[in-house]
């Protein structure tokens, strides 16, 4: 590589007499649009079915008052999650990688709360817990979002 290197920087003036082959900026602008789009479904595919894992895996721990309530919740979540990526889809990898730690920061769990809750609580305190907790993790995804989508309209 020091070799390459040093024979570019002894030959620049070469290599800038040499006009650049016509359509290079066209094919460099291709594979950049495609490899946002790998990047974009490297995140979202990934968001969205961890959703839809972790409904199905709440669907065998309530009853169905607590279930679909809960279901609603992490729903909200997931939708706030695709949301935020698709407003920075057309993003520079380094910044997509950035919203992607941002969002796992906020709803990443070793443990989901509703798995940690004790079978003896009561259903309305068990909700009251999980509301105020999911809740808190919805509205952190409605400020990330808020600032992206300011963010964005300020890029145009």
Known sequence: MDNLEKYVKDNREAFDMVPVPEGSLDRLMAKTRKRTIQIRLRWILPAAAAAAVLVLFVTGYYN????LHLNRILEGIARSEVEIMSLVENSYPQDL??????????????????????????????????????????????????????????EL
């Open 64 to 67: 169905n008052d607590e279930k």
């Open 97 to 154: 990688e950035a919203v992607g730690n941002t969002i796992r920061s906020i709803t990443a769990e070793a443990i989901p709360m509703y798995s940690l809750l004790p079978d003896e609580l009561a259903p309305k305190e068990r909700r009251k817990i999980l509301d105020e907790y999911y809740g808190a993790k919805l509205q952190a995804l409605g400020r990330v979002k808020e600032y992206y989508a300011h963010e964005m309209n300020n």
